[in-house]
Each structure stands twice: as C-alpha cells, then as structure tokens.
Nanobody, 126 residues
Framework: QVQLVESGGGLVQAGGSLILSCAAS????????MGWFRHAPGKEREFVAT????????YYADSVKGRFTISGDNAKNTVALQMLSLKPEDTAVYYC???????????????????WGEGTQVTVSS
C-alpha cells in the first residue's frame, strides 16, 4: 500500500506564502511524475504543477506560473510546492499525486496519476 501524506496547508492573507510538502510511505514504488492538483468548491479538480523525474522538468498551470515553485527528491518520493503571492482564488484543497506511467504531455490529466494524498486545505483571505 502506498500512501502520500501532505502537510503545510493553512490560512494566509492575500499576498502571503505557504509551502506544501508531500511524502510517500508504505510500499516502495517508482514514479515518473509527482505533482499537485487542487479542488475548489464548485469547480473541477485542476492541475497545479508537476515534476518529471526524467530530467527534472517542471510544469505549471498558467494561473500559478511565476508564483509557485515545485521541487522534490526522486529517491525519497517527496515533493514540495512553494506558493508565493497567494490570491483568494488559490483557495482550495491541494492534493499531492504520483504517476508511475510515462504520461508525457498528458501531465495535466488527473486520472493518469496512480496515487493520491488526502489533501490539505489552503485558504487565502482577501
């Protein structure tokens, strides 16, 4: 059994920052991508950022580009998301996810990720 556990969510004022962390535990597994998605009330789950362990490329949603930075450690299956200049529209439950497949250009597609965390709430007040 693989578990992904997120931490670091909370309440912050607009313009503030947070760092989310995710660590895998349980059965050893190899992932090709680890990333973050978010789900706000009334909206679909959306892609935020992901890192490809093959070459270390990182990818971001346009809405967070320049404000969020993803980083991680492939050997430890850990990933972090530094979030700066937070906006009220960033409010959501943030989920860590890992894919064991070579998903290539489809890194934004949630169903291609095999393992998910329980999520951590991020609330940005105006």
């Amino acid at each position: 059994q693989v578990q992904l556990v997120e931490s670091g969510g909370g309440l912050v004022q607009a313009g503030g920052s947070l760092i989310l962390s995710c660590a895998a535990s349980g059965r050893t597994f190899s992932s090709y991508y680890m990333g973050w998605f978010r789900h706000a009330p009334g909206k679909e789950r959306e892609f935020v950022a992901t890192i490809s362990w093959s070459g270390g490329s990182t990818y971001y949603a346009d809405s967070v580009k320049g404000r969020f930075t993803i980083s991680g450690d492939n050997a430890k299956n850990t990933v972090a998301l530094q979030m700066l200049s937070l906006k009220p529209e960033d409010t959501a439950v943030y989920y860590c996810a890992a894919s064991t497949k070579r998903i290539g250009i489809y890194y934004r597609v949630p169903r291609l990720y095999d393992y998910w965390g329980e999520g951590t709430q991020v609330t940005v007040s105006s």
